[in-house]
């Protein structure tokens, strides 16, 4: 540790400068052969500067119509084009424009062989049997209530290798690049990142991290579709939708560019999916195979609040200016989410190569229109749910002019400009360049008006503390209004008595923002800039000042800006709400679910504990249930089984050794299927800004804003199968931080068996339960 | 890195070493087409050192060369005078070892590299695989601390906290050396998985996985586990049996009325310290077992009551074995 030596943004940018070609002499010029913060050295940068590429919006991947009858004479996934690639992108193309076929099916489609069987024979072995669909056979991982929650919508994509896009979505768009901003004229009608072109479309799209930087290889990326922009499912409640993901990567493992498995298992972060739509880590599927993912957006207490439909909350928008009303707590109602690859020892790996989306989930109180039946103009009245967040109005819902996600992620390239990634840096891996959806330190134009950011931070070992601030490093204030994608009781405003900034934002947290650009002149400059410093993987090292910040007073160079926004003139009208309005005091948002002191008290209490295992072997990597013995990923293990329909009281906390300065680790902890309360932080009240929220990913450890333990109460309702909870660190969690429980169904005697998936077939071994 | 390339590209990676130096050159190059850009795995000869290190047999091997190159291995960090955690892993990976039969020196091989090389010789190292009956295809390695400590961080287990060599990561370290596929694995885990993923997923499946295993539809109830029944299975299985015969230890079938309860808990939890005190219970054991050192596994008292009460049970449970493990072992 002390060896290590950290690499000063001055030494960074001079060796920028050098790979620029200007010769620089002097010391610490050249920073070679510094293991901070990834272990190779710094990316280079091929002359490119900061915020000289416009940001990519993230490409929609489209809702079309489940066909109601299969084409039998409808191509398979086109052939791999050898072992060592995948198919033709233009086939490809073609393949993923046509309607899906098969029709997708209760129980995993075993009727057709995988169509890749004839080269994974030459390529592997011979394979006597195989299936289409990876998904395994059988009731076991059959699609709970299925006809109940048929799928209504469906998009396919393929992960593959990284490749030009070729503008297959374009026409999925729901904006059309017709419509509002995206229209022409409009700020984001040109989606390039140097602005090029007519616009209208993401056709010849490369995957670069700047347009100075060279083109990503196809064994340097995988992404859905292989292309750039990065993906947005867009999903509305009481509309099922079905997610068909081929696996077109190569069949040669070894085809990975240093990093990356070829097998899948794609999971729906806090979807309220059945166990079989998770994205089980032991359920993983091969190349040449789909897996039929079925997300049934409903609300949680489906089976049980509000069945008679009377609550006007509890409806999703008809696409006509109303609503239809849905069963279910519209309390727990979602909003933003992502899904990312969950594949057992590789999601580290898997998703910092790429096979990571957002989702933006809407209903009647998150339409994404800004001006139907706005709540703020008539709060009482049942007809005005709409929260009215800043979105846009030129569709019915969905609008994301004024609603942006951002992606933020941490990445390091080797001196050819490929992705790289340390396999052995189990600590955690750091990149050296932040980017925000794909692009490094991009610049983003915003009319001057209130704008929603959903920020997720899909890094795998960095955490972030982000502020807001003008060129002249004022801070610009704003609220949070939904917290983990699930909107709070009260928006809350930032700064705060509680913290300046965003709080910090560990590996999968979301924070959706209101900030309000209505009084920075046309031409302001305002960036988003990171204070949370590393030297290593297991935790952020300190909190840089806001002013050491902005003048380089730090040592890892993903602290400090690393986007910024440019103020253009707004001449509309802003009709979306002004957070000021929703404040602990004023109007509600979405008030938390109850949940009665009595049923707390009365609830199994469990409790899982993130560090070291017994012993002497220097293991921080594995989680204790119930004060049990520290354990390590085993697929078979079922460490919890609640009920279907129970609450229950976990307490996550972090290991704390005396001999050992264990806050050297922290762990942002996740919880598949449930958000949950946060009933307590070491005993005492959570801050402002989980208070009234919904969270799903749960921080502990050192490192300000969070605490070496906290309670949270969940409930497991309408579905059951197979779940997880697993550090987000995705290093920590592929270092076996990973634990499997079950949701039973009351007396059930059977746990279901744990899939291994293999080339000819999923076959299944007993699970089995270390302790009731 | 000519050499990776070169043999990598037989696996069909498109890499270029020419170009490779292209996009260095500067900022002006046009970005060449994707295909030639691509980079080849840097896991390979160019990562992995050829630390010199000295086998069992005192014959000196390089680590990249001779012992990993183009081979599926299974490596961890060990010493012999290890009296807690070591044993146990030594007897886990000899438990995969067996699951993966004759495979193990054909195209699996294992290596157990010392961190304490001051102490464990070559011939150390030996008498201490007889202790453990370590079958072929498995290699104890000694060498000098720098390389030792070097090999730990380029396969990412180097302490974060190096009190002393105690606290070394005792994680396995599993890999496909071709693929540069690697993965850690705690010594821990049931054999099966740890085998399964070795001969199976890191040879991308190549090898036909032929185990019997029950259809889905003949999935059959399982009984929740005792909290001792658990703790047998990830700390007892790997070296005893319960009537299945003797392991690397005594079969543990009527072991309770063997032993006064509380002489039991106690050697379940500190054993190395009744060896210490030449406890003469303990001393005629160990004897009897070669030396093989009983591992202190830091168990509490409710850990080896929970064990014992198991044990108990177990005994009480099923018939009395035809075989007898022990000369003088007495029944229920």
């Known amino acids: 540790m002390n060896s290590r030596r950290a690499l000063t943004r001055n030494r960074l940018l001079m060796s920028a400068t050098f790979a620029a070609g200007l010769l620089v002499s002097g010391p610490g010029a050249l920073a070679r052969g510094s293991d901070v913060p990834t272990g190779a050295g710094p990316s280079p940068l091929f002359g490119a500067t900061p915020f000289t590429t416009r940001m990519l919006l993230l490409e929609e991947f489209g809702r079309q119509t489940v066909p109601t009858v299969d084409n039998p004479n409808a191509p398979r996934l086109p052939q791999a084009g050898g072992c060592d690639r995948g198919p033709d992108g233009q086939q490809l193309d073609q393949f993923l424009a046509q309607p899906m076929s098969p029709l997708p099916q209760r129980e995993a489609n075993t009727a057709y062989p995988n169509p890749w069987a004839a080269r994974i024979g030459q390529c592997v072995r011979p394979l006597a049997t195989s299936a289409i669909e990876g998904r395994p056979p059988g009731e076991f991982f059959a699609h709970q209530r299925w006809s109940e929650f048929l799928p209504a919508v469906y998009a396919q994509t393929a992960t593959a290798g990284a490749r030009k896009n070729s503008g297959l979505r374009d026409a999925y768009q729901r904006h059309q690049y017709s419509v509002g901003e995206f229209g022409p004229g409009g700020l984001y009608h040109n989606a390039m990142p140097d602005n090029s072109g007519p616009g209208g479309t993401t056709n010849s799209i490369e995957i670069r991290f700047h347009p100075k930087m060279p083109v990503q290889g196809p064994n340097a990326l995988w992404t859905f579709d292989g292309t750039f922009p990065p993906k947005l499912m867009i999903a509305r409640y009481g509309e099922p939708v079905l997610f068909r993901q081929y696996n077109a990567l190569p069949i040669d493992p070894a085809v990975n560019g240093g990093f990356g498995a070829h097998t899948l298992t794609t999971h729906h972060h806090n979807g309220h999916n059945p166990g079989e739509s998770d994205g089980f880590t032991s359920a993983y599927f091969f190349p040449g195979q789909y897996y039929d993912y079925r997300w049934p957006m409903l609300l949680a207490g489906y089976d049980r609040i509000n069945l008679d439909r009377s609550e006007p909350h509890a409806a999703t928008p008809d696409g006509q200016g109303g609503t239809v009303r849905i069963p279910g707590a519209w309390r727990e109602v979602m909003s933003t989410h992502w899904f990312h690859d969950h594949m057992l020892d590789f999601t580290a790996q898997n998703v910092y190569k790429g096979s990571a989306a957002m989702m933006n989930i809407y209903s009647a109180v998150d339409r994404g229109n800004e001006t139907i039946g706005c709540n703020y103009a008539a709060p009482n009245n049942p007809n005005n749910v709409n929260l009215c967040l800043p979105s846009g109005s030129a569709l019915d819902w969905g609008n994301r002019d004024y609603d942006v996600n951002l992606m933020i992620a941490d990445k390091a390239w080797d001196k050819k400009g490929q992705l ?85 934002q560990g590996i999968a947290e979301r924070y959706d923002i209101v900030v309000d650009f209505k009084n920075y002149a046309p031409g302001t400059k305002i960036y988003f800039v990171n204070l949370a410093e590393h030297d290593d993987g297991r935790r952020p090292k300190k909190l840089i000042a806001l002013k050491d910040a902005l003048s380089s007073k730090f040592d890892d160079p993903a602290v400090g800006k690393f986007l910024e926004l440019r103020v253009a003139a707004y001449s509309g009208v802003d009709r979306s709400m002004n957070p000021a309005d929703y404040v602990k005091g004023k109007l509600t948002m979405v008030p938390l679910p109850e949940i009665t002191p009595q049923e707390i008290a009365a609830a199994r209490k469990r409790t899982f504990e993130f560090g070291r295992s017994n012993g002497t072997d220097n293991q921080p990597w594995t989680i204790k249930t119930d004060g049990g013995r520290g354990l390590n990923m085993d697929p078979h293990r079922v460490s919890a089984a609640p009920s279907e329909g129970s609450l229950e009281v976990w307490t996550i906390k972090n290991t704390v050794d005396a001999k050992e300065p264990i806050a050297g680790w922290d762990h942002p902890v996740h919880i598949h299927f449930e958000e949950g309360r946060i009933l307590n932080r070491d005993g005492k009240a959570p801050p402002l800004w989980e208070e009234g929220a919904r969270k799903d990913v749960y921080r502990i450890g050192g490192f300000v804003d969070a605490g070496q333990s906290l309670q949270v109460a969940l409930r497991f309702r309408e579905f059951m199968g197979t779940y997880m909870e697993h550090c987000h660190n995705t290093q920590h969690e592929d270092r076996s931080m990973l634990l499997r429980w079950d949701i039973n169904k009351p007396g059930q005697l059977v746990y279901i068996p744990t899939p291994v998936p293999e080339w000819e077939g999923v076959l299944y071994e007993a699970s089995f339960v270390p302790k009731n | 890195m000519g050499t990776a390339v070169a043999r990598r590209s037989l696996q069909g990676m498109a890499a270029s070493v020419g170009l490779a130096m292209l996009a260095a050159a500067g900022p002006a190059a046009a970005p060449a087409p994707a295909e030639a850009q691509a980079s080849a795995s840097p896991w390979h000869g160019e990562y992995f050192p050829n630390a010199k290190l000295v086998t069992q047999d005192g014959k000196t091997v390089r680590f990249y060369d001779d012992l990993i190159k183009d081979r599926v291995v299974v490596i961890n960090f060990m010493f012999t005078s290890c009296r807690d955690v070591c044993p146990m892993d030594t007897a886990q990976m000899r438990a995969v070892q067996a699951a993966l039969g004759d495979r193990v020196g054909k195209d699996i091989f294992f290596y157990s590299i010392s961190v304490d090389p001051k ?33 730990q961080k380029k396969l990412g287990v180097a302490a974060v906290t190096p009190a002393s060599v105690k606290d070394h990561d005792t994680r396995f370290i599993v890999g496909n050396e071709a693929t540069g596929q690697w993965m850690k694995r705690s010594a821990h885990e049931h054999p099966q998985v740890m085998a399964d993923l070795v001969g199976g997923y890191l040879f991308n499946g190549k090898v036909k996985d032929t185990k019997a295993r029950p259809s889905y539809s003949n999935a059959v109830q399982i009984n929740n586990q005792s909290e001792g029944a658990a703790l047998f299975r990830t700390r007892c299985a790997s070296c005893h049996t319960l009537g299945g015969g003797p392991g690397l230890g005594p079969d543990l079938h009527g072991v309770v009325n063997k032993h006064p309860q509380a002489w039991l808990a106690r050697w379940i939890k500190e054993p190395d310290k009744m060896l210490a005190e030449k406890d003469p219970r303990a001393v005629a054991l160990a004897a009897q077992w070669r030396n093989l050192p009983m591992p202190n596994l830091k168990l509490d008292d409710d850990d080896a009551a929970a064990l014992i009460d198991y044990l108990r049970q177990e005994t009480r449970k099923t018939a009395k074995p035809e075989h007898t493990a022990q000369a003088g072992r007495q029944g229920q």
Do not use: C
């Not at chain 1, 990149?431 to 008006?449: E, H, I, K, L, S």
């Not at chain 2, 102490?119 to 390695?141: C, E, I, N, R």
């Open chain 2, 119 to 151: 102490t464990d010789t070559p011939a150390v190292l030996k008498s201490y695989m007889q202790t453990f009956k370590v079958g072929p295809g498995w290699t104890f390695l000694t060498g000098s601390q720098a390389d030792v400590e070097l090999l």
């Open chain 1, 420 to 504: 790289y990634f340390n396999i052995f840096n189990t600590d955690g891996f750091l990149g050296d360049r932040v980017t925000v959806n794909g692009q490094w330190m991009p610049y983003f134009d915003v009319r001057a008006r209130r704008y929603r950011f959903r920020i997720l931070n899909a890094s795998v070992s960095r955490y972030y503390k982000i502020a807001i601030v003008t060129a002249a490093g004022v801070r610009v204030p704003f609220h949070m209004v939904a917290n983990d994608g699930n909107i709070m009781e009260h928006a809350v405003a930032f700064p705060n008595a509680q913290s300046q900034d965003l709080p910090t």
